[in-house]
Nanobody, 122 residues
């Protein structure tokens, strides 16, 4: 049974930093592309960042230069370092896994975590 468990969310002031982590089990982690998505109240889930199985990364324009995604295949974890946080970054953040080529569409992801809340105060 595949499990993805996020941690690291919380309340932070604008301009601050948070580091999210996602631990996986039951998954052949190294061959999956790992993504982070977020969903704010009343809005659709949106792509944040993805790291391919080979380590190549892609970011949404809204977070480029502020967020960094990384993975540790030995520990089966993926992290999202978030710097210079803005109130508009407030959302529930989800970790997800896929082997499909299209990596920015949430519908292409097969496994999801339960989410972790990030709140950025102004």
């Amino acid at each position: 049974q595949v499990q993805l468990v996020e941690s690291g969310g919380g309340l932070v002031q604008a301009g601050g930093s948070l580091r999210l982590s996602c631990a996986s089990s039951g998954l052949l982690f190294s061959i999956h592309h790992m993504g982070w998505f977020r969903q704010a109240p009343g809005k659709e889930r949106e792509f944040v960042a993805v790291i391919r199985s080979g380590g190549v990364t892609y970011y949404a324009d809204s977070v480029k230069g502020r967020f960094t995604i990384s993975r540790d295949n030995g520990k089966n974890t993926v992290a999202l370092q978030m710097n210079s946080l803005k109130p508009e970054d407030t959302a529930t953040y989800y970790c997800a896994a896929t082997r499909r080529f299209s990596m920015t569409n949430s519908k292409d992801y097969d496994y999801w975590g339960q989410g972790t809340q990030v709140t950025v105060s102004s």
